[in-house]
């Protein structure tokens, strides 16, 4: 493979970018010599996002496979990097390069996108989201969020009238205590006569995750707001009704199983509750659909915050946002316009093609390029093992046809080659 050309191609993009990205732009360079052609995965997530494995096992994942670069991008929040360095030496025993890495959900001229921010300084990125000049990754407005958006439920819920009595936030924040096996209930602050919003975000202190009741602390959780307005309309003869008239049925004898002081619902309520959420909740034309736009950056907001904590902003998987409807290629356009630095160009959602699209738009303009496998978990939703360091082949050439890009090594070898256009010719040499 001849690698002069992409000297030239990352001259172009480091003075697109001032300099920052350097560590990818080398990273990006290096040609495979013999063995070492190097194993790379920037696109992962464990349980401090939405990922299954832990934030050690999948450095231990990684260690497996043979990574040699890799980067944790959890949704929303920076932590993992923190504990880095310490896996060096522990028995997770990963000896690969780690660069710091985020994925942030924003909006695209007003579509729902998300994009990579890699390479920052962490105390800069910390400074910037602690002072509020970036506060979307900050815990106190992320909970706000939280708390705003389930509020816009709740009114729109008691304007139905299909509850016995109407419902308000007191209902959903609860307190954390645990019963006499040890085990956690969590009690609505309704029950103790508690105002959520006054005590949680009313102190000068800022943020209270924890209170005291009768002399003895306790933790206050803010999860499951959704399962749980499911549960309070499950509960309720004119709820079940509804459900029942939006194709959602709840038999009647499973309303005993529910148990508000819970976090998990019966396996006998898992189907319908998957149902309300998805037809009633986040369906574009849902009921219960509500806008929180004002809440999420733009893409500009995030290509400036990468720009101050001196790191680089990649948009995400450019193929992989099957409710937006707006072509890829115009997406890529209008996140170029927004002023990102590069765009994902391997990722499990591609076909060989898709991957060429994108390689040879960041190449005819000095763009940086990133690969990963966006891995989430031990089985992905097609089914396939999901391991970091491989493209999970999520890929289709048509509707019949998988795409041959199925559990290939994340490497920087397949990315220029397949991004090269001579995917045929690694097709043949698969199948040898």
Request: a negative charge.
């Amino acid at each position: 493979m001849n690698y002069n050309y992409l000297k030239k191609w990352f001259k172009e993009a480091m003075a697109q970018t001032g300099g920052r990205g350097k560590v990818l732009a080398q990273l990006f360079l290096t040609p495979p010599i013999g063995d070492n052609n190097l194993i790379v995965d920037l696109h992962s997530h464990d349980d401090r996002s939405d990922g299954r494995r832990s934030s050690r096992g999948s450095f231990q994942n990684a260690s497996f496979n043979g990574v040699d670069v890799y980067a944790t991008t959890n949704h929303d929040n920076i932590k993992t990097q923190t504990e880095y360095y310490s896996y060096q030496t522990d028995h997770a025993k990963y000896r690969g390069a780690y660069i710091n890495g985020v994925e942030i959900t924003c909006r695209l001229n007003g579509l729902p996108v998300e994009v990579l921010v890699y390479d920052y300084d962490f105390k800069k990125a910390t400074k910037l989201i602690n002072d509020l000049e970036f506060p979307y990754l900050n815990r106190r407005f992320k909970l706000q969020r939280i708390v705003n958006l389930c509020e816009k439920r709740i009114n729109i819920l008691n304007e139905l009238k299909i509850l016995e009595s109407p419902l308000d936030i007191n209902d959903f924040v609860s307190v954390e205590i645990p019963n006499e096996n040890g085990e956690s209930v969590y009690v609505p602050f309704r029950k103790f006569g508690l105002d959520a919003k006054r005590i949680i975000f009313g102190g000068v202190n800022g943020l209270k995750e924890e209170i005291e009741i009768d002399g003895k602390k306790y933790k206050v959780n803010f999860d499951n707001f959704i399962s749980k307005m499911f549960k309070y309309i499950a509960q309720s003869e004119k709820g079940r009704k509804y459900l029942a008239e939006n194709g959602i049925d709840v038999i009647d004898k499973y309303v005993s199983k529910i148990d508000i002081e819970s976090l998990s619902l019966p396996d006998v309520l898992k189907e319908p509750f998957s149902k309300f959420n998805r037809f009633l909740v986040q369906a574009n034309d849902a009921p219960l659909k509500v806008s929180d736009d004002e809440w999420w950056p733009t893409v500009e907001d995030v290509v400036e915050f990468a720009k101050k904590s001196g790191g680089v902003a990649i948009f995400a998987h450019v193929y992989g946002y099957p409710n937006v409807k707006v072509a890829p290629e115009k997406l890529m356009q209008m996140a170029l316009e927004s002023g990102v630095d590069g765009f994902e160009c391997m990722h499990g959602f591609n076909t060989a093609e898709q991957v060429e699209k994108i390689y040879q738009f960041c190449r005819k303009r000095g763009l940086l390029i990133t690969a990963g496998s966006d891995t989430h978990s031990f089985v992905s939703n097609q089914g396939d093992a999901t391991e970091i360091g491989k493209i999970p082949g999520v890929g289709f050439k048509n509707n019949d046809e998988r795409d041959f890009i199925d559990n290939i090594t994340c490497s920087l070898y397949n990315v220029h080659f397949i991004g090269s256009g001579k995917y045929k010719d690694l097709e043949q040499q698969i199948e040898k």
